[in-house]
């Protein structure tokens, strides 16, 4: 810190860009635009604004005692205040790991560089796999099928995007990606048991087994691991900062860590990295998404200007997490926040679903489009706990948005019914689909 309390500020990362979008990735590999758009701001830029922002840098060890991060080149940096956000890795099936330094064009995506591996593979690649049912990997199967690559997706059961959505919004999505982009999908209990390749070390096919020992190839010239990532905390850990259940960094809500049992009022920790607790079930568990994330900072530069300037007023809390998600998946929107009906089940909690289908705009008004939705109620208090949307419509962000908010602020399926909504024929039905669903789980 500079006398005066203004701040010198040092960004670490490993990789060379910027600023980037990693969120903007799947696009550049479906060809929307190259991958160098997705980076934001270059590292030149926040050095111009005196940031000292140093790419392919990597912290091996931190001292939150001597306040100092030790580098891999040796150097040692002194702090006042520590930020720790070092994102999240992928899980790979036991196979997957054992062959993965052997076997080339299989790639995980986590960043840029492997969106650059991808890409690369993909050029003259006849035949994709990809292992995953997340939104990373469903948007990666429409990468592959949009450059004319027969696309496997290998997931598990009971359908797509289960952390956002039930089996029955799932499977309007599978048949649409199935029906326009003939992606193949295995939705069973199987797992990737070796990858085959040939003289040159390019893989060429996958094994894959199922629980009853069955197996089957499948040709594939490009693969891509998407089936979920865990908090990347070595660094964290070997400090001596506490990690909770779901394997995230533990924090209060200023966004401090803990070390022995005790919060560090000068080390936070956000992202991926970091545990949060779940406005629903009250639990602990990962966010792992950039809207969570861009709350966490703000958070956290409240409660360091608060720290310096003793100003108490700037001090800011992250509260439990709604987790609002929105992905275009090929031409489809798919949205969700809250819980679904299986986190329901298995937290004990009784719910009233209402589903229906509608239009976006007048049924008589060129280019309406379906919109699937699905609202599940507390069966108690009748309270929104989760919303799921699937369409072709636009307008599911801020759907998704709206519901968050109604979630948040208590909203009962009565009072979804009740609410005055804006309405123009050319923008809106008069009775919305939400209303609809809100109808419908009321009489379930
Ligand atoms: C392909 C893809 C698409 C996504 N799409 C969306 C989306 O549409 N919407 C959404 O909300 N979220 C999306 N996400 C998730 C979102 O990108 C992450 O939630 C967000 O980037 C997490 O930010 P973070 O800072 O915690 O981690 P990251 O953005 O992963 O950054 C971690 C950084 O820490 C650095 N690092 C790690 N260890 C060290 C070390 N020892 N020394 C120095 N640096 C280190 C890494 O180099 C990296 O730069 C997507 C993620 C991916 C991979």
């Known amino acids: ?5 203004k701040l010198e500020i040092t960004l670490l990362k490993k990789e060379r860009s910027g600023w980037l979008s990693t969120c903007g990735l799947p696009f550049a590999l479906q060809g929307i635009y190259d991958i160098e758009t997705t980076e934001i701001t270059k590292a030149e830029e926040f050095l111009k604004q005196g940031v000292d922002f140093r790419t392919q840098t990597e912290a091996v060890e931190l001292n939150t005692d001597e306040k100092s991060v030790r580098l891999r080149s040796g150097e040692e940096l002194r702090y006042d205040f520590l930020v720790i ?3 999240r890795t992928p899980v790979l099936p036991k196979a997957v790991e054992d062959a993965m330094n052997n076997v080339k064009r299989v790639h995980t995506f986590s960043n840029e560089e492997d969106a650059e591996q991808i890409y690369a593979s993909m050029r003259d690649a006849k035949n994709g796999f990809v292992r995953g049912r997340g939104i990373i ?3 990666t199967a429409v990468a592959f099928a949009k450059r004319g690559i027969k696309t496997t997706v290998l997931g598990g059961p009971p359908s797509l995007l ?7 919004m799932g499977d309007i999505l599978k048949e649409y990606l199935e029906r326009n982009y003939d992606i193949r999908f295995i939705l069973e209990r199987k797992e990737i048991k070796a990858l085959n390749a040939d003289a040159e070390g ?4 996958v094994l894959v087994e ?11 010239d490009v693969v891509v691991i998407a089936r979920g990532f865990r908090p990347n905390t070595e660094l964290a850990r070997s400090a001596g900062i506490e990690t909770g ?3 995230g960094i533990i924090t209060d809500k200023a966004m401090h860590v803990r070390k022995k049992g005790k919060f560090l009022r000068d080390v936070f920790a956000l992202g991926d990295c970091v545990e949060v607790v779940d ?3 009250h639990k602990r568990r990962l966010a792992q998404l950039a809207s969570a994330v861009l709350v966490q900072a703000r958070v956290i530069a409240d409660n360091i200007v608060s720290e310096i300037s003793g100003e108490v007023r700037a001090y800011s809390t992250y509260e439990p997490c709604i987790s609002p998600t929105v992905a275009a998946i090929g031409g489809m929107l798919v949205g969700s926040v809250g819980i679904t009906s299986e986190e329901a089940r298995r937290n004990g909690i009784k719910v009233l679903a209402g589903k229906a289908q509608k239009v976006s705009k007048a049924r008589y008004f060129p280019g309406a489009e379906k919109i699937n939705a699905k609202l599940l109620f507390d069966a108690h208090s009748e309270r929104l706990l989760g919303a799921q949307i699937v369409s072709s419509a636009e307008g599911v962000a801020e759907r998704i948005n709206e519901l968050s908010l109604a979630i948040k602020f208590g909203m009962t399926a009565k009072e979804i019914c009740m609410n005055e909504r804006c309405y123009d024929p050319s923008l809106a039905l008069l009775k919305d689909v939400f209303v609809d669903a809100a109808e419908n789980a009321l009489k379930a």
């Open 1 to 5: 810190m500079q006398p005066g309390g």
């Open 85 to 87: 956000a070092t994102g």
């Open 137 to 139: 990997a469903l948007q």
């Open 162 to 168: 289960p952390s956002m959505l039930d089996a029955d």
């Open 202 to 205: 390019n893989v060429r096919s």
């Open 210 to 220: 199922g629980a009853d020992g069955e197996e089957e190839e499948i040709p594939a």
């Open 245 to 247: 259940e779901s394997g």
């Open 279 to 281: 406005a629903i079930t």
